[in-house]
């Protein structure tokens, strides 16, 4: 069983910097892949960023976002760079272990969303 607890969301201008934090329970974080995913109002969840030894980006954030993660604290983290009012979300963190890296069904664990809102 993993618990995660998602942090640092807030409302910021449009090209400020803002850095994300989903720690997690359990002592096999580093067997998971940790992934930020997002859903914006009306629409879908979407994948935005995955990391196990490798990372992965949706190509709406790349060169924008960093995900990383610091295994001894059992924790991931997206710091997200010239924000824009399209990054508006809840962002969701997740924890999973099969599976294509991009698909939100490739996760068993879920924390409870931090919202993120860029104003322009």
């Known amino acids: 069983q993993v618990q995660l607890v998602e942090s640092g969301g807030g409302l910021v201008q449009a090209g400020d910097p803002l850095k994300l934090s989903c720690a997690a329970s359990?002592?096999?974080?580093?067997?998971?892949?940790m992934a930020w995913f997002r859903q914006a109002p009306g629409k879908e969840r979407e994948f935005v960023a995955a990391?196990?030894?490798?990372?992965y980006y949706a190509d709406s954030v790349k060169g924008r976002f960093t995900i990383s993660r610091d295994n001894a604290k059992n924790t991931v983290y997206l710091q997200m760079n010239s924000l824009k009012p399209e990054d508006t979300a809840v962002y969701y963190c997740?924890?999973?272990?099969?599976?294509?890296?991009?698909?939100?069904?490739?996760?068993?664990?879920w924390g409870q969303g931090t919202q993120v809102t860029v104003s322009s």
């Open positions: 990391i196990l030894w490798k990372t």
């Open positions: 359990g002592r096999t974080f580093l067997l998971y892949t």
């Open positions: 997740g924890a999973g272990q099969t599976g294509p890296y991009s698909s939100d069904s490739s996760y068993d664990y």
